[in-house]
């Protein structure tokens, strides 16, 4: 029987700059079965998806996954079942069937709230368009800012503060 374990895992670029490395720790014996799992993860990501083009020296994000129960019985099918996550509002997609960026980042788009705007939002994705949540947010956070800004500023009669 041949017994091999993953312990270090790293995802480079051509010219090898680390993109993420993983590090599997404290391998135990799933109970009945012959399977070796590790019981901590730590994943170190140097880049993201929302700056698919720039690679840090150091780890931006650091995760420690840690299993706390193993449990053997048998799992409905239907929480395998992915067609609802691709169906829901929000949902953050990286998708590879339509090309990849130079880096390998593929096309990434949120699934709009209307089905019917899909296609234009992978198009505009495909034509190179951003991806950028964050960005968003702030926007909209710094729109409404000032519109309560503006709002206070109203019912104070227009006056200067102080």
């Excluded at 993420?20 to 399977?35: A, I, Q, Y």
């Excluded at 193993?70 to 691709?86: G, K």
């Excluded at 702030?138 to 709002?151: C, E, P, Q």
């Amino acid at each position: 029987m041949i017994r091999v374990v993953l312990a270090l895992s790293d995802q480079t670029t051509v010219d090898g700059k680390t993109l993420r490395s993983v590090e599997n720790l404290d391998f135990m014996k799933v109970p009945g079965t012959e399977v070796y799992l590790p019981k901590r993860s730590i994943v170190e990501y140097y880049t993201w998806s929302t700056i698919p083009m720039e690679v840090a020296s150091q780890a931006l994000l650091r995760e420690t996954f840690t299993v706390k129960n193993v449990d053997t019985e048998p799992i409905d099918e239907r929480q395998f079942c992915l067609r609802q996550a691709y169906d829901r509002a929000g949902t953050h997609i990286a998708d590879y069937r339509h090309g990849k960026d130079p880096h390998g980042a593929g096309v990434q788009y949120r699934i709009p709230a209307n089905s019917e705007d899909l296609d234009r939002v992978i198009e505009a994705a495909r034509g190179g368009e951003p991806y950028r949540p964050i960005v968003l947010a702030l926007d909209l956070g710094s729109i409404a800012l000032t519109l309560f800004a503006l709002l206070l500023w109203r019912r104070r009669g227009g006056r200067r503060c102080g």
